[in-house]
């Protein structure tokens, strides 16, 4: 498959097996939110590589191995007369379970990723969506869930990449399930929790608010959490360990605020960036032992670093947009450095 793709169809491979360095990964991931030709380009490919696994699959089943073991229990039967007839009956009724997964189970398994849905919240934005089983989740900027259309067996299962804040419909047969970076799944039956767990951060926090939570690594460490607490994940080593937040500042996000206690410089540049869409660099180690304690709304860009300027011996720049020639624009950055 891949000797026939061009280069950048191969890129586009690796991106979806997640083979690419986090800095390419990150460069796909903006690239796919400015361009929707490109994003289409890439769930088209990505379709065509989930249907080249199932086929895979297919091809490793061993039918010839469960034959044999029917066969063998057929030779113990006394007579040959009931031998015969048990061997008759026997693929009168394997015959039509064969067609039905050739022809239907097989095709609803290739079907699935359209059974799927992918949301995904822009710089800036918060997203809310209602979830098949009615539970409701806001998406914060730069995240992306995928869930299917409906929530099928004993488990409700979605998959987040960045932030969102989930409130959970009680159902005590159904657990409710989300992966995020790292093996990592976050559990319950009914409750409200807030999740971010952003790739290009080297930790994740899940926090509580309400109901009872279990989290759990790659590595099987499971924790519960109360009301009021944070588990903090590192995916890097699989370490987990549980403190107390304060959970106004972990999800004033919701409504769209920035909230800001003894926070470093280097955090408040990685939340602006997404919420604005920029890139911000910090020029010199020192500025990202600064600390600040502050909330903000509704203010620009512009007003936010002003503020922080009073606040600390900085100054800051930011360079202007260009048009690129895919008819979409680069992405301001912003440079922050010691005054």
């Not at 026939?4 to 986090?22: A, F, H, N, P």
């Not at 109360?226 to 588990?231: E, F, L």
């Not at 080593?237 to 403190?243: P, S």
Request: glycine fraction near 4%; include cysteine.
């Amino acid at each position: 498959m891949e000797s026939s793709m061009t280069d950048s169809e191969v890129r586009i491979l690796e991106y979806i097996r997640g083979e690419l360095t986090d800095d390419s990964a990150r460069e796909f991931d903006s690239h796919i939110l400015s361009s929707p030709e490109f994003r289409e380009k890439v769930e088209h490919i990505r379709s065509i590589h989930e249907l080249s696994e199932c086929l895979k699959k297919q091809k490793k089943m061993d039918t010839s191995t469960a034959w044999g073991k029917l066969s063998r229990r057929i030779a113990l039967l006394r007579f040959r007369t009931k031998a015969w007839n048990f061997s008759r009956t026997a693929a009168a009724i394997l015959f039509p379970f064969l067609l039905l997964h050739q022809f239907v189970i097989q095709p609803m398994l290739l079907r699935s990723p359209i059974e799927m849905i992918t949301l995904s919240s822009a710089p800036g934005m918060v997203t809310k969506a209602i979830l098949p089983d009615g539970s409701e989740v806001w998406l914060n900027a730069q995240s992306e869930l995928s869930y299917p259309v409906k929530f099928k067996g004993k488990g409700r299962t979605v998959v987040l990449t960045g932030e969102a804040y989930f409130k959970v419909v009680a159902d005590h047969r159904h657990r409710f399930n989300v992966e995020i970076p790292g093996g990592i799944t976050v559990s319950a039956f009914g409750t409200e929790f807030n999740v971010n767990a952003y790739r290009d951060e080297a930790d994740y926090h899940v926090t509580l608010a309400r109901g009872n939570l279990e989290v759990e690594t790659a590595s099987a460490i499971k924790k519960e959490l109360a009301p009021g607490q944070k588990a903090i994940l590192l995916p890097q080593t699989g370490e987990m360990n549980v403190v107390q937040a304060d959970t106004y500042v972990e999800t004033a996000w919701i409504d769209r605020k920035m909230v800001f206690r003894r926070e470093k410089l280097e955090t408040i540049a990685q939340k602006l960036s997404r919420k604005f869409g920029v890139v911000i660099h910090l020029e010199g180690d020192e500025l990202k032992e600064y600390e600040y304690t502050a909330t903000f709304t509704d203010e620009t860009l512009e007003d936010i670093l002003e503020l922080l300027k009073r606040s600390a011996p900085i100054t800051y720049s930011i360079s202007r947009q260009e048009q690129l020639d895919n008819d979409t624009f680069s992405q301001r950055v912003v440079t922050i450095r010691a005054r």
